[in-house]
């Protein structure tokens, strides 16, 4: 079974910037992918960011390019999300999860992605 838990979350000033983590335990195949998904107060979930487990095959929404950058850690099986020059439109709860299907190549959709983590609140003032 895979667990993801999200952390790093908390309330910043608009241009600071934040890392998240998700902490994976169960295994999880080499070709999956994980991603990166927000969810801002009212609206439905987005794509954030995206790489294969393995590492590599980076994707990233339009409004992150260049801000954000995901990562892993194989040593502590852990991903991060690093968010710089935070915008107040930003703020969101922010999720990782994993798509277990080799090579997917629907990595934007929420609904190809099979295991979530709770979740944590990201809000950037102004």
């Known amino acids: 079974q895979v667990h993801l838990a999200e952390s790093g979350g908390g309330l910043v000033q608009a241009g600071d910037f934040l890392s998240l983590s998700c902490a994976v335990s169960g295994h999880i195949p080499s070709d999956s992918t994980l991603g990166w998904f927000r969810q801002p107060p009212g609206t439905e979930r987005e794509f954030v960011a995206s790489?294969?487990?393995?590492?590599?095959?980076?994707k990233y929404a339009r409004p992150v390019y260049r801000r954000f950058t995901i990562s892993r850690d194989n040593s502590e099986n852990t991903a991060y999300l690093l968010m710089k020059s935070l915008k107040v439109e930003d703020t969101a709860v922010y999720y990782c999860?994993?798509?277990?299907?080799?090579?997917?190549?629907?990595?934007?959709?929420?609904?190809?992605?099979?295991?979530w983590g709770q979740g944590t609140q990201v809000t950037v003032s102004s």
């Open positions: 999860a994993v798509d277990p299907s080799p090579n997917s190549s629907i990595y934007y959709s929420a609904a190809a992605y099979n295991y």
């Open positions: 790489m294969r487990w393995s590492g590599g095959n980076t």
